[in-house]
Structures are given as C-alpha cells and as structure tokens.
C-alpha cells in the first residue's frame, strides 16, 4: 500500500462515523450527505428568477462548471476504478451506495464547482455558502463510509479545473448563450410572466 493510500485509509477512518455513533450526528450527517444537494436547484433557480443578465449568466455558467465536472468525474472513474471504503470493508457504511467508483465525488464536485463560480463571479455571500456546503457534504459522504477524504480533495480539484475551463468559453459565449437561454424561458414561460408572478 502506497503512502498516499495509507493516509486515505487513515484520515477515513478518523472521520469515518463508528459503531457507537450518537444516532443523531447519523441523522445529521444524513441530511448534509443526501439532501443537501437539492438545495443546488433551489439556488440556481432563485438566482435566475432574481432576472437580470448578469446573474442569469452566473446561474448558467455555476451550472456548466458543475456539469462539466461530473463529466470530467465519469471519464475519471472509467479511466481509474477506485473502491469505496465499503467494498474494501473498511469503517461503517450508514447508507447504501452503488459499488462503483469512489473517486472523485459527485457530490462534492457539484457543491465546489457552484461555490467557485459564485465566489469568482458577482455573489460572493452565496459562493462561501456554497463552498461551506461542500466542506459539510465532504465531511458528510466519509461520515456515512461511502468516501473516503482524497475523493473530496480530488472532487475540489476537478471542480477548479472545469472552472477553469469553462472561463475562456464563457467570456467568448456566454452573453449569447444566456440571451439564449434567457429567449427559451420567455417563451417557456410568457404566461405567468405575462401574470407578473415571475420576472421576464
């Protein structure tokens, strides 16, 4: 076993939630590791729906810094196949998880990848929420043993790398794609525009 790799183990089984864990920290940890990550949805939608070019632009560009990720994470798990600390028979397992790849996570690329758009864009208060969010979810997915800390090292990393892809992308393409972003909603959604429920 590779220095590295004892590290992982080790760091994972400090954080790793044991035998004897208080029901309530599972419970907590439960919510930060699975819920969490509908609130990414919620907050793109609000800052869309706040109207304006300007943070209709950063809601779509946070969302194509998370997408890419994933997609970078997928390439990453096809190219490299590393065990979850379950399959290992490593820790405790709180919840169940597909026995696929472990590194990087998903969850955690999705919250760093918003976080650094929004940090690096016009909504730093939101960006810090996000980047806090990601740092409980890390801990969260090692909690629960369907992670172990260098996926959420490796997850931070690729999120800051499909940032810093998407960056020269966008300040090419990123007014256009948002006008047409911005053009599909008002058809989408001319009636309750029309109402005034909605901004247009």
């Known amino acids: 076993m590779s220095n590295l790799e004892a590290l992982n183990n080790q760091l994972f089984l400090a954080i790793n939630g044991a035998a004897d864990?208080?029901?309530?920290?599972?419970?907590?940890?439960?919510?930060?590791?699975?819920?969490?990550?509908?609130?990414?949805?919620?907050?793109?939608?609000?800052?869309?729906?706040?109207?304006?070019?300007?943070?209709?632009?950063?809601?779509?560009?946070?969302?194509?810094?998370?997408?890419?990720?994933?997609?970078?994470?997928?390439?990453?798990?096809?190219?490299?196949?590393?065990?979850?600390?379950?399959?290992?028979?490593?820790?405790?397992?709180?919840?169940?998880?597909a026995a696929d790849s472990s590194f990087p996570s998903d969850h955690a690329t999705v919250f760093f990848g918003i976080g650094f758009s929004l940090l690096m864009g016009s909504a730093l208060g939101l960006g810090i929420a996000a980047l806090l969010a990601a740092i409980a979810v890390a801990w969260a997915r090692i909690f629960l043993g369907v992670h172990f800390p260098m996926d959420m090292v490796g997850a931070a990393l690729v999120a800051l790398a499909s940032w810093a892809l998407i960056a020269p992308v966008w300040a090419k393409a990123g007014t256009w794609a948002t006008r047409l972003a911005e053009s599909a909603y008002r058809r989408m959604f001319a009636w309750p525009i029309s109402l005034g429920w909605i901004k247009s």
């Open 21 to 97: 864990s208080p029901a309530w920290l599972v419970e907590c940890a439960k919510i930060a590791g699975d819920d969490l990550v509908y609130l990414i949805p919620a907050l793109l939608v609000g800052l869309w729906l706040q109207g304006g070019s300007d943070k209709r632009g950063l809601a779509l560009r946070a969302f194509a810094v998370a997408m890419l990720g994933v997609g970078i994470n997928q390439v990453i798990g096809l190219g490299w196949q590393h065990p979850r600390p379950f399959m290992l028979g490593i820790g405790h397992a709180w919840i169940e998880h």
